[in-house]
């Protein structure tokens, strides 16, 4: 095929053999949602590239390498949303949500997009399941943020494979403190960094912490901690939330390295990190970002957020083998009907049925066929019960019941008593 038929490097399809699993996964994660009291908002795809820039920060790998930027036909610059959380402030703002500081539990799910170097568990185009909360200062709602994920985790059966980081940046006060120790720190090793280290210790010096490059990592083990730079207030809060999460009897780790990529991050951060998916290990990410609000423009408003990675996890699913068996099915029932008066009275029929069971998933075959041929159609459906209707069944006005998968015998139902007994057989999701 010619490569402008193909899709683009890194945005891939979700084949019909995958998307029982993405609507496993997003389900779970909407019904866990509703059950903690948040609430769905949906923003565009595309937005001003400017307001990425303001929010994300312009010395981050996100903004300086990775955005689809382009000019539209009135020549304004827009970017194809990288993440979430700029365009939910932007909403949040521009809606008066968080007016009067009015708390905002709100959740979005979504494709975003970044170029990056494709390869396993990191694409182009790539979906997130993001919340962010705004109006609540307190560690309380930190904690619960990680607490629901946990629960998440545990409906997922991935518990076991994933463990908690977590660090405190602090407030901006004490990270600037902090910032002017480090880069004396560093500058006193400039020849030991990388190439990247050393432009960022200029830019950005916290981003280093960040590091992939081993003799960068060997020069921050004496690196000043910024847990030795923490404000009371952060230090406060950060105790409170890691005796939440001891109440709640969630296990974590600190990781004074972790920064997190953007630059809004204020106190809290965190990631879920999984040694199951090689290069690509975290899976959920996030912190608080009390400073972002305001920095765009809105009034003084505290934040907390995370987002997830649905392709990581569905991965981690698909390695950890917790795909449930009975997603797979989307066929209960499938009717087979043989000529014309057969298959008008089979679509009155069904028609009759899914008014009584409305959650019967029941498949009428359609392109007629013969005997073999439909009856192979209905059993590579995944139904667990075949309905058979021909010229003799028609005239006693009965159909054939016949189980698929060795439940029980083939019998013949009357018309009128079919639901009741597809109603006996058939759970209904
Ligand atoms: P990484 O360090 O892996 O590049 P990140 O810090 O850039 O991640 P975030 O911006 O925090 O990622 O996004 C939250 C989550 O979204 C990540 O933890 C990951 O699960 C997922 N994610 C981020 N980028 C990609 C991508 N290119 N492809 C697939 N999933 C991604
Ligand atoms: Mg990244």
């Not at 609540?136 to 560690?139: K, L, N, S, Y």
């Given at each position: 095929m010619s490569k402008s038929l193909q899709a683009i490097r890194g945005m891939n399809d979700i084949l019909p053999e995958q998307t029982p699993l993405w609507r496993y996964f997003e389900n779970t994660v909407a019904r866990l949602l509703d059950n903690y009291g948040y609430k769905q908002i949906r923003m565009p795809i595309v937005e001003f590239t400017e307001l990425f820039k303001r929010s994300i920060g312009e010395v981050t790998d996100i903004v300086e390498k990775e955005m689809y930027t382009f000019e539209d036909r009135n020549g304004d610059s827009l970017t194809l949303r990288p993440e979430g959380t700029a365009a939910c402030v932007r909403a949040v703002l521009e809606h008066g949500l968080t007016g009067a500081g009015q708390p905002q539990k709100l959740w979005y799910i979504g494709p975003m997009f970044r170029h990056e170097r494709p390869q396993k568990g990191r694409y182009r185009q790539f979906h997130q399941i993001g919340l962010e909360v705004f109006n609540?200062?307190?560690?309380d709602i930190d904690a619960e943020l990680i607490v629901l994920t946990w629960r998440l985790w545990g409906l997922l059966g991935i518990r076991d494979a994933v463990k908690l980081e977590l660090n405190s940046l602090g407030t901006s006060e004490s990270r600037g403190r902090y910032k002017v120790a480090l880069v004396e720190y560093l500058s006193a090793h400039l020849d030991k960094l990388d190439e990247d280290s050393q432009r960022r210790l200029k830019t950005n010096p916290l981003r280093v912490l960040d590091t992939k490059n081993a003799d960068t990592q060997a020069v921050l083990v004496d690196a000043p901690k910024m847990a030795d730079y923490l404000d009371d207030e952060s230090r406060t809060h950060f105790e409170g939330l890691k005796a939440r999460l001891d109440a709640a009897g969630i296990p974590f780790v600190i990781n004074t390295k972790l920064v997190r990529g953007l630059d809004y991050y204020s106190k809290t951060v965190f990631e879920w990190v999984t040694d199951k998916l090689g290069a690509q290990g975290t899976v959920c990410a996030g912190g608080r970002y009390d400073g972002l609000v305001e920095q765009m423009g809105g009034k003084p408003t505290t934040g907390v957020g995370f987002a997830m990675g649905i392709e990581r996890l569905i991965l981690l699913l698909e390695t950890l083998e917790q795909?449930?068996?009975?997603?797979?099915?989307?066929?209960?029932v499938y009717l087979c009907a043989f000529g014309e008066a057969a298959e008008l009275a089979a679509l009155a029929l069904s028609e009759q049925v899914r008014d009584q069971l409305p959650n019967l998933r029941l498949q009428v075959n359609a392109g007629a066929g013969s005997f073999k041929s439909q009856f192979k159609k209905a059993d590579k459906s995944g139904a667990l019960y075949a309905l058979i209707l021909g010229d003799d069944e028609l005239a006693q006005q009965v159909i054939g019941f016949k189980p698929l998968r060795g439940q029980g015998e083939q019998q013949n139902i009357a018309f009128d008593a079919l639901a009741a007994h597809l109603a006996t057989c058939v759970v209904q999701g």
């Open positions: 609540i200062e307190g560690p795909v449930p068996e009975e997603i797979s099915r989307q066929v209960d």
